[in-house]
Every structure is written in C-alpha cells, then in structure tokens.
C-alpha cells in the first residue's frame, strides 16, 4: 500500500474520531484535563506515517521513543486544535486491540488500554459512550487494511497485554 493511501486511512480514523468523545460531556473535567497536562517528557505514541502530520507543527515536537515498536512520539504544550491532535489522544482511555484469530484472520476489538488504569478516572469500557467505543473499532478496522499499520497494532496490543499482566501480578487488580 503507498504512504498516500497509509495516509488517507489515518486521516479517515482521525475523522471517524473528530467529534466523538468518551462521555457526552467533558470527562476533563472529572481529572483536571489530566490527559493534557504531562511532563515535558511525556507524548503520544503515532502510528507508522502519522509523524508527518506534526513535524514543524507549531506547538509540537515529534521526537524519538524507545518503546512503541520503534516509532516516534509527539509532545505537545498542553494545548491543540482538536482537529490536529494525534490518533493516541482521539482513542483514550480506548485503544483497538488488534489479534489474530485461530483461523488466522484479524480480530479488532476497542478495550481498556491498561495504561489509563493509572491516570484516568473512566476504569471500565462500559461507562464510555457507546457511539465513542464503535468508533474506536471501527478506526481500528479501517486502520488494519494497511500491512504496516496492522503489524504496529498487533505489536502494540501484544505490549498492552504485557504491561495488562504485568500490572495484575504486582497490584492484583
Ligand atoms: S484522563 Fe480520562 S477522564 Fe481525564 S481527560 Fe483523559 S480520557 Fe478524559
Ligand atoms: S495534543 Fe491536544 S488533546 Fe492531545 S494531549 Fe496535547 S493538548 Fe491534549
């Protein structure tokens, strides 16, 4: 597939997600806009191509991470346009898991990224809005018609799991 048509299915995901929010109303205001309020290390993971759509972007900084199957992170200043923020900030506390099933075809499913287990106050998929977690699905769908855009999600829901594990045993929750 070529980065063009990459590029369009990250912008249909982007526009899937545009308005829909986790809740009806402004979940900031139950966590002081925590999302938006990180360290100055802090950034959001992108998927393979998205880098593009922020390089010399005023007010963010693409810039290298060890994690995130070898892709880049964005940091942000704490304030955006929404229509530019990145896929990472549309899908929270969600992310589209990606599996592969047993016949070998490719599972989407919107769950709980155990990641906002430490900052978010929406701790279980069923109090976000419905027409929020279809969304996220359905970007997932739309996003894994891309080979390296399907790799980076099987990759990344493997990680989700580990650190989903990892949190179980050391805090049995
Ligand atoms: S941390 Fe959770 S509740 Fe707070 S703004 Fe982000 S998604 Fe909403
Ligand atoms: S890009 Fe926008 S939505 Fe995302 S963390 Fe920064 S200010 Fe918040």
């Given at each position: 597939m070529s980065q063009n048509q990459q590029t369009r299915l990250i912008l249909r995901a982007y526009q899937l997600l545009e308005e829909v929010t986790p809740l009806t109303t402004d979940c900031g205001e139950l966590c002081g806009h925590r999302c938006c309020h990180g360290e100055d290390h802090d950034g959001m993971?992108?998927?393979p191509g998205e880098e593009q759509f922020f390089l010399g972007q005023p007010g963010f900084s693409v810039?290298?991470?060890q994690d995130n199957?070898?892709?880049p992170l964005v940091v942000c200043d704490g304030h955006c346009d929404r229509r530019?923020?990145?896929f990472?900030?549309?899908i929270f506390p969600l992310f589209p898991m990606v599996r592969l099933s047993p016949l070998g075809g490719i599972m989407v499913q919107a769950q709980m990224d155990p990641r906002a287990q430490l900052s978010c106050p929406l701790r279980?998929?069923?109090q976000l809005r419905m027409l929020f977690r279809r969304r996220v699905q359905r970007a997932g769908e739309i996003l894994v018609s891309d080979p390296q855009l399907r790799a980076y999600l099987l990759e990344t829901t493997e990680?989700?799991?580990e650190?989903?594990?990892l949190r179980e045993k050391m805090l049995g929750q």
């Open positions: 993971w992108l998927l810039q290298p991470c199957a070898g892709y530019l923020r990145p990472a900030c549309r279980e998929r069923e990680f989700l799991e650190v989903a594990a």
